[in-house]
């Protein structure tokens, strides 16, 4: 894992192109602390830079940027190929010739042989750009289902890009401006959707997206997309065909040449790969998770008996208000983007890296796709409740208008904006996973934009810019954590906070190979609630780990910010006594204070 970034450009900033860059590289050494790079193009059109953390051949010749021998080509690469070592092997046999064993030079001799079709073939998570010095042209492209990050500016012919949305800020070329689209989105779910960003001007490149910059102008294509291509299957052989694409894609992920480790959590799906990954190589594996004094959150005890149950060197923290108020000044300088998420993970990502471990593997992505959530029951009651109330014209505009201003929760107030549209299940997806109403997000927005868009909801149906034809409602939902919830919040702040401690966190349930081998199972199959199949597939799973009540991996922020925390939290202004309850409103509002007077110095 690694910090990319550059400076693509025709006639400007040629005189201080090595001072810009070198600016971008100090600002992602965090993410490298094993190495680093920067490459100039000679006529001053291209600048890349990269920090590495070394997994695969650790040694110099894995350094970047690289080239190939001509100097034609070099690339700055973020992230792991896991099947590097076939298309490896492929490319022997077709007489190439490799100076390291790593998966960068693999991604640049497949590049120089197939453009941009080298991406149908890469098995991983991955964001990297290709610059080609003789046709003066820049390829950039981000894994299918985004988990590797890539940001990007652009003012006429230049071309910013980085890792993370600091590092393009720290360029000093983009002009810090809240984005309108990126704040509403952050009010209204709780992260920044993408393409947004929440400077005005950057973008995120969207999973499943190649770019491709020339002098003239740069174009974007869509190469990869979530879809759910029903097959004709029975059970026993979904339960096979789920069994095999686990234990290949871990198997995958396990691939690196320094030891792996894997957060545990205490729930089925980082069991699973616990479980599995236990299968799969000889050496002790290495466990982590946090505990806590409040025993009502407390699942460091489930952890530690799954680490001795399949035989696992278990560490564990524990964290209380004391300690984990003096980690929140880092966490906080740690953020790229706010969300509603990421403290978790920055606190056991340090654990880790405190025991000296480089990679982790976890276990996020088994609930989007195997119904682990409770969207999956709510949602489809929401739509068929909105579609019985939509048969008595204006019943559900009346009632929704009336909740939506005069509801008793927060809650209320979004399910009124929920009916006051077309039911579908976007509409129920964001008013379930909601943080504030339409009507609260404009009037908190108000205090850091001023714009009668707001008003007019213009950016309200931000979702529909998900929406797929799928071929049931339980697979729209599916496709909605997977590519709002998932993607926008958990992958991102599993990055960052993850890489703020120098270490790579992989996600084998976030697979494009295990995607595709599951995706065909039918929906009643697959979206079996309380993740059945996925159950079925693993029956090393002990039968106190299932039978235990669902529950999502959570601190105990409520109690701790109106206790130790208050300084932080209590200096948080809202218009129209808009409610700061339940706590993560609260707690979304302070952090996205924080982040604004950090980066708008």
Same mark, same amino acid.
């Given at each position: 894992m690694c910090g990319i970034a550059g400076i693509l450009t025709v006639n400007q900033y040629q005189d201080v192109l090595e001072t810009i860059i070198r600016r971008m590289q100090t600002a992602i050494q965090h993410r490298g602390p094993d190495d680093s790079g920067i490459y100039i193009s000679p006529d001053k059109q291209a600048a890349l830079a990269h920090t590495r953390l070394a997994i695969l051949d650790p040694s110099p010749a894995g350094h970047q940027p690289m080239s190939i021998a001509d100097g034609r080509y070099w690339i700055t690469f973020n992230g792991e190929i896991y099947n590097f070592k076939q298309l490896q092997y492929n490319l022997l046999t077709e007489g190439e010739q490799f100076h390291s064993q790593t998966d960068t030079e693999v991604i640049l001799k497949l590049y120089q042989k197939i453009a941009y079709n080298c991406v149908e073939h890469l098995q991983g998570m991955f964001a990297f750009a290709i610059w080609d010095d003789w046709e003066k042209t820049c390829f950039l492209a981000r894994d299918p289902l985004g988990v590797k990050p890539l940001y990007y500016w652009q003012a006429g012919s230049s071309l910013v890009f980085a890792s993370e949305l600091r590092t393009i800020l720290a360029s000093g070329l983009p002009a810090v401006n809240m984005s309108m689209q990126g704040l509403y989105g952050y009010l209204i779910s709780g992260s920044v959707p993408e393409p947004y960003t929440l400077i005005e001007g950057i973008h995120c490149l969207a999973a499943g997206h190649w770019l491709y910059w020339r002098p003239a102008g740069v174009s974007t294509k869509q190469y990869w997309q979530l879809n759910?291509?029903?097959?004709?299957?029975?059970?026993?052989?979904?339960?096979?065909?789920?069994?095999?694409?686990? &234990?290949?894609?871990?198997?995958?992920?396990?691939?690196?040449?320094v030891p792996v480790g894997i957060f545990l959590s205490g729930g089925i799906d980082s069991t699973t790969v616990?479980?599995?990954?236990?299968?799969?190589?000889?050496?002790?594996?290495?466990?982590?998770?946090?505990?806590? @004094?409040?025993?009502?959150?407390?699942?460091?005890?489930?952890?530690?008996?799954?680490?001795?149950?399949?035989?696992?060197?278990?560490?564990?923290?524990?964290?209380?208000?004391?300690?984990?108020?003096?980690?929140?000044?880092?966490?906080?300088?740690?953020?790229?983007?706010?969300? &509603?998420?990421?403290?978790?993970?920055?606190?056991?990502?340090?654990?880790?890296?405190?025991?000296?471990?480089?990679?982790?593997?976890?276990?996020?992505?088994?609930? @989007?796709?195997?119904?682990?959530?409770?969207?999956?029951?709510?949602?489809?009651?929401?739509?068929?409740?909105?579609?019985?109330?939509?048969?008595?014209?204006?019943?559900?505009?009346?009632?929704?208008?009336?909740?939506?201003?005069?509801?008793?929760?927060?809650?209320?107030?979004?399910?009124?904006?929920?009916?006051?549209?077309?039911?579908? !299940?976007?509409?129920?997806?964001?008013?379930?996973?909601?943080?504030?109403?339409?009507?609260?997000?404009?009037?908190?927005?108000?205090?850091?934009?001023?714009?009668?868009?707001?008003?007019?909801?213009?950016?309200?149906?931000?979702?529909?810019?998900?929406?797929?034809?799928?071929?049931?409602?339980?697979?729209?939902?599916?496709?909605?954590?997977? !590519?709002?919830?998932?993607?926008?919040?958990?992958?991102?702040? !599993?990055?960052v906070m993850s890489m703020a401690w120098g270490l790579e966190l992989r996600v084998p349930l976030v697979d494009r190979v295990l995607f595709e081998a599951v995706a065909s199972i039918p929906s009643h199959i697959r979206l079996a609630f309380g993740k059945k199949l996925l159950i079925e597939a693993v029956p090393e799973l002990p039968d106190w780990v299932i039978k235990r009540p669902k529950r999502g991996f959570s601190f105990p922020f409520e109690q701790w910010m109106a206790t130790e925390w208050r300084d932080y939290f209590n200096n948080v202004n809202v218009p129209n006594n808009i409610s700061l309850k339940p706590w993560y409103r609260r707690w979304s509002l302070a952090i996205l204070k924080y982040w604004w007077e950090r980066v708008s110095k």
């Open positions: 759910f291509p029903h097959a004709t299957i029975s059970p026993q052989e979904a339960k096979e065909k789920v069994r095999e694409a686990l &234990v290949d894609s871990i198997q995958h992920h396990l691939v690196s040449d616990l479980a599995l990954a236990s299968q799969a190589q000889n050496e002790q594996l290495q466990t982590y998770s946090l505990a806590f @004094e409040e025993q009502e959150w407390n699942e460091g005890e489930i952890a530690k008996h799954i680490a001795k149950e399949f035989g696992a060197e278990h560490t564990e923290y524990k964290l209380t208000a004391s300690s984990a108020k003096e980690l929140l000044p880092k966490f906080l300088q740690a953020i790229d983007q706010p969300s &509603v998420d990421g403290f978790n993970t920055f606190c056991v990502s340090q654990v880790a890296h405190q025991s000296g471990t480089k990679v982790v593997l976890s276990g996020l992505g088994g609930d @989007e796709l195997f119904a682990g959530y409770h969207s999956f029951k709510k949602i489809p009651q929401m739509v068929a409740w909105a579609k019985q109330m939509q048969a008595i014209p204006l019943l559900a505009t009346g009632v929704g208008m009336g909740l939506a201003h005069y509801g008793t929760s927060p809650k209320m107030k979004r399910f009124g904006d929920f009916l006051q549209q077309t039911p579908s !299940s976007a509409a129920a997806y964001r008013s379930f996973r909601g943080i504030f109403s339409h009507t609260e997000a404009c009037a908190i927005a108000h205090q850091y934009i001023r714009s009668p868009l707001l008003e007019k909801g213009g950016w309200g149906e931000h979702l529909s810019n998900y929406q797929k034809q799928t071929s049931t409602l339980e697979d729209e939902i599916s496709f909605l954590e997977l !590519s709002c919830y998932m993607r926008n919040q958990l992958l991102r702040d !599993s990055d």
